[in-house]
C-alpha cells in the first residue's frame, strides 16, 4: 500500500535551519508531482510547495519563496524541504503529499498524505 | 488569492443523521474543488476531488455537488468514524488554498 513517511522535523532557534525528508513507498514516485502541505498548531492546512515528477519544475507560496528549497531523489523515492531562514510563523506540521493521481500534470490536490513531521521554531 | 469560506464552523450530530456542508469561494473555481477529511493526530485524506469524484476507497455514502463558487459535501447517513474535521480546496487558482475547516462532532 502506499506510505509516505516524513522525518527531519524538531525544535529550531529563528533564522535556523532545517531539512525534512519523506520517504515514499507502494506507487511509482517517479511519475507523481510531490507537495509538502503545513498546519500550524490547532490551525488550518497551507499549501507550502510543489515539485513536478521529474523535479524539472518548482513551485513555492510566497512566504516561503526564497527560504524553502524542495527537492527530490527519484533513485531513492525521497523527497525533500529544506528550510533556512525559519521564523516562528513556520511552526507547524509538514506533512508531504503526492499530486492528484491520473492528473496528468500538476493539479494541486493532494491524493496521498504522510503523517507529518512537527517543526518548532523557537528561541 | 481565493478565499474559501466552509459552513458551519462546528455540527453536532447524531449516527444515522444527514450531514450537508458548504463551501462558498470568493471567486469562482470552476470544479477544481476538493474536499478532505481529517481526523484528530492524523493526516488529512482526500474524499472528493473536481467536486463530485470520490477518491479511491471512499464510501458512497460521501458525494460532492456544486460548481463555481457554491460547493456541498453530503455525507448520507453518518457512520462512528466519520466524525472528523472537512476541509475543502480549491485548485482553479494559483495559490491552491483550504477552507477553514468544518468540525463534525458527536450530539
Known amino acids: 500500500q502506499v506510505q509516505l513517511v516524513e522525518s527531519g522535523g524538531g525544535v529550531v532557534q529563528p533564522g535556523g535551519s532545517l531539512r525534512l525528508s519523506c520517504s515514499a513507498s507502494?506507487?511509482?514516485?517517479?511519475?507523481?508531482?510531490m507537495h509538502w502541505v503545513r498546519q500550524a498548531p490547532g490551525r488550518g492546512l497551507e499549501w507550502v510547495a510543489f515539485?513536478?515528477?521529474?523535479?524539472?519544475?518548482?513551485d513555492y507560496v510566497d512566504a516561503v519563496k526564497g527560504r524553502f528549497t524542495i527537492s527530490r531523489d527519484n533513485s531513492r523515492n525521497t523527497l525533500f524541504l529544506q528550510m533556512n531562514s525559519l521564523r516562528a510563523e513556520d511552526t507547524a506540521v509538514y506533512y508531504c503529499a503526492s499530486d492528484l493521481t491520473n492528473c496528468g500534470g500538476a493539479c494541486y490536490s493532494f491524493d496521498f498524505w504522510g503523517q507529518g513531521t512537527l517543526v518548532t521554531v523557537s528561541s | 488569492e481565493i478565499v474559501l469560506t466552509q459552513s458551519p464552523a462546528t455540527l453536532s450530530l447524531s449516527p444515522g443523521e444527514r450531514v450537508t456542508l458548504s463551501c462558498r469561494a470568493s471567486q469562482s473555481v470552476g470544479i477544481n474543488l476538493a474536499w478532505y477529511q481529517q481526523k484528530p493526530g492524523q493526516a488529512p485524506r482526500l474524499l472528493i476531488y473536481d467536486v463530485s469524484n470520490r477518491a479511491t476507497g471512499i464510501p458512497a455514502r460521501f458525494s460532492g455537488s456544486g460548481s463555481g463558487t457554491d460547493f456541498t459535501l453530503t455525507i448520507s447517513s453518518l457512520e462512528p468514524e466519520d466524525f472528523a474535521v472537512y476541509y475543502c480546496q480549491q485548485r482553479s487558482n494559483w495559490p491552491p488554498t483550504f477552507g477553514p475547516g468544518t468540525k463534525v462532532d458527536i450530539k
Open positions: 507502494g506507487f511509482t514516485f517517479s511519475t507523481y508531482g
Open positions: 515539485i513536478a515528477y521529474d523535479g524539472n519544475n518548482k
